[in-house]
């Protein structure tokens, strides 16, 4: 076989894979991540970070956009997921790392079994932070043990809710919440202009949108959701630590663990498993492109990709919540 014969082959089998391609499982479809927030958050953020590329990596190259639906936490785009969206791979999701808590304790809004979503893999991290106006009597987790703080809240399904009313309840903190927020960016207004003390949001939010509350010492961050405390908040506690018993710290635990499933995407259950695998494997290809890491960096996006079945392994670790903490949990939060 010569050269000339070698080239033509080549030329054939190159031509038959990228028409391959073309006519993948999402041939002329539309994908839509459904972001169960606002826009101008992290969820958002990262939503539309994964629209600009996610396309490129799938089979049938489609074309990638995003709803937002907020509501209850985020919660109503996590059921609206599981029960009412495509289950042809062509719906996605992007909402509170909160969602598998949400149903181990049973809140009445978690209309969905979490394990049973098609993880297909985190994106960011999460770092949630409780941030006080600087003209609050509470500027530490100590003061609130002393003064009633008002603090915005984005939902019962929400951290934003959900770790103040923790607070109270193990350690005794007076916070009180302010209902009605849809989600982190109105909370923040509400906060500067003094319609309530304090809010929650994700440190990237803060650290990049909000930099000049920062250098003007406007906020005093109080509190982070992790285990231990993250490298730009040393001197800041974590979620993690605090607590007087080992059950309190246990509980309190629980809800800082929940940055193994940070900013992740999944999709409803009983998606065919060739198109799972290809959102899979396209989404691992996508978070390893040199153009993906260069417009994250450029929107200052911190990366955490992880692939599903680590999510899937955390989810259903979260669902085997031993029964004493589901009891005080449930009781802590009236369900």
């Given amino acids: 076989m010569n050269i000339r014969t070698l080239a033509l082959l080549a030329g054939l089998l190159g031509a038959a894979q990228a028409q391959a391609q073309e006519d993948g499982v999402f041939a002329r479809k539309t994908i839509t991540i459904y972001v169960g927030n606002t826009a101008g958050g992290t969820y958002d953020l990262y939503g539309r970070l994964a629209a600009r590329h996610l396309g490129r990596f799938l089979p049938g190259h489609p074309g990638v956009v995003v709803e937002n639906m907020p509501g209850a936490g985020s919660l109503r785009a996590a059921n609206f997921i599981y029960a009412a969206a495509p289950k042809d791979g062509t719906a996605l999701g992007i909402v509170t790392e909160n969602l598998a808590i949400e149903q181990a304790l049973s809140n009445p809004g978690a209309q969905y079994d979490a394990s049973r979503f098609t993880w297909i893999g985190r994106i960011g991290p999460s770092n949630a932070i409780h941030a006080m106006w600087f003209t609050s009597k509470v500027q530490s987790i100590e003061d609130a043990k002393l003064y009633e703080a008002s603090l915005a809240s984005t939902g019962a399904g929400n951290l934003a809710e959900i770790i103040p009313t923790l607070l109270n309840a193990v350690l005794g903190t007076k916070f009180k919440l302010v209902r009605g927020y849809p989600a982190a960016n109105e909370a923040l207004l509400a906060m500067e202009r003094g319609e309530v003390e304090g809010a929650s949001a994700n440190w990237t939010t803060i650290k990049v949108q909000k930099k000049d509350w920062l250098v003007d010492k406007k906020v005093k961050i109080i509190l982070q959701d992790l285990p231990t405390r993250g490298p730009d908040l040393q001197d800041t506690p974590a979620l993690g630590e605090l607590g007087d018993t080992p059950d309190d710290r246990r509980l309190t635990g629980l809800y800082a663990s929940v940055g193994a499933i940070g900013r992740a995407f999944f999709a409803p259950p009983g998606v065919p498993t060739a198109n799972a695998n290809a959102l899979r494997d396209g989404y ?46 449930r009781a802590i939060f009236a369900r």
């Avoid at 911190?302 to 903490?325: C, I, M």
């Fill in 284 to 329: 691992i290809a996508m978070t390893k492109d040199p153009d993906f890491i260069a417009d994250a960096q450029k929107i200052s996006a911190e990366l955490a990709p992880a692939p599903g079945v680590n999510l899937q392994k955390a989810v259903e670790e979260t669902l085997l919540l031993p029964e004493n903490l589901r009891a005080r949990a």
